[in-house]
């Protein structure tokens, strides 16, 4: 069973919309998780980290937390076309999912 | 704003060779990683490192890999006979706390080919 999993894709969004990309995780007890945004060819760079549950917003970006249905999201308000790369889900340091592609659509 | 720096930023080298991938975290984090993304492929955790001694490690991280810290400043990543299939991007990472931390930093990375 893979322990992060994502969708993806390539998901496409208008410009100006609203991006949602989602991402489970199997090990019940993780305490932490990270949002990365990678460009091709190129090193992830973190957008957001979340602990509790709940939401955390910081700028454009939401990320939501649920540990009873083991999910975690990432809510991109307002895209835009520098947004499009492929978004990556982490707990903790050590288990990445394989990445969304964020296409947004001018 | 501090960076983590790799070099080489592309190494290619013959199978059975030796070959050094090299790092120097941020001058304050504890924690340093190695990871490596096959072209294509999700980013795997290859090693952890703090306080001088391997904290954590994956099942890819076999004996034909090693790190060291050699002087207050460089983290290394040693695969002692390259095979073809470790032909990828290699990550190094730093961050100040373990798990909870808001500036986990990535290099950006050396791309491995080996021929």
């Known amino acids: 069973q893979k322990e992060v999993e994502q969708n993806s894709g390539p998901l496409s969004v208008p410009e100006g919309a609203i991006a949602s990309l989602n991402c489970t995780y199997s090990?019940?007890?993780?305490?932490?998780f990270f949002w990365y945004r990678q460009y091709s060819g190129k090193s992830p760079e973190l957008i957001m980290f979340i602990y509790s549950n709940g939401d955390k917003e910081d700028g454009r970006f939401t990320a939501q937390l649920n540990k009873a249905s083991q999910y975690v999201s990432l809510l991109i308000r307002d895209s835009q076309p520098s947004d499009s790369a492929t978004y990556l889900c982490?707990?903790?340091?050590?288990?990445f999912g394989t990445g969304t592609r964020l296409t947004i659509i001018p | 704003e501090p960076e983590v720096t790799q070099t080489p930023s592309h190494q290619v080298t013959q199978m059975g060779q030796e070959v050094i991938l090299r790092c120097v975290p941020i001058s304050n984090h504890l924690y340093f990683y190695w990871y490596r993304q096959i072209l294509g492929q999700k980013v795997e955790f290859l090693v952890s490192f703090y306080n001088n001694e391997i904290s954590e490690k994956s099942e890819i991280f076999d004996d034909q890999f090693s790190v060291e810290r050699p002087d207050g400043s460089n983290f290394t990543l040693k695969i002692r006979s390259t095979k073809l299939e470790d032909s990828a991007m290699y990550f190094c990472?730093?961050?100040?706390?373990?798990?909870?931390?808001?500036?986990?930093?990535f290099g950006s990375g050396t791309r491995l080919t080996v021929v």
């Open positions: 982490a707990v903790k340091k050590l288990t």
């Open positions: 990472a730093s961050s100040l706390y373990r798990d909870r931390d808001n500036g986990y930093t």
């Open positions: 090990d019940r007890g993780s305490q932490s």
